[in-house]
Nanobody, 120 residues
């Protein structure tokens, strides 16, 4: 059973910083994509930052403010968020596309989400 568990969300003032963590467990043969999405109230879930091999993609709205990283073992992924704005308020979800052991197809995995609120 593959599980993704986020931590690190909370309330922060505009201009502040937060670091989100995602611990990954389970039997995985190969990881294709790891990263973060977010969903604000009334809006669709959107990509924040993802890593695929040597490539890293960021949403335009977070470029220069957020940094995504992962462990070499690919058992954790992080999101360092800086210069936070009220528009960054959302539930942040850890995401992974991976090939489980004893499977032939890649699957999509999501964490339960962690709330980030940016407010004075």
């Amino acid at each position: 059973q593959v599980q993704l568990v986020e931590s690190g969300g909370g309330l922060v003032q505009p201009g502040g910083s937060l670091r989100l963590s995602c611990a990954i467990s389970g039997s995985i043969l190969r990881v294709n994509v790891m990263g973060w999405y977010r969903q604000a109230p009334g809006l669709q879930r959107e990509l924040v930052a993802v890593i695929s091999g040597s490539r890293i993609d960021y949403a335009d709205s977070v470029k220069g403010r957020f940094t995504v990283s992962k462990t070499n073992a690919e058992d954790a992924v992080y999101l360092q968020m800086g210069s936070l704005k009220p528009d960054d308020t959302a539930v942040y979800y850890c995401y992974m596309q991976a090939l489980p052991i004893d499977e032939i197809r890649y699957s999509h995995y999501w964490g339960q989400g962690t709330q980030v609120t940016v407010s004075a």
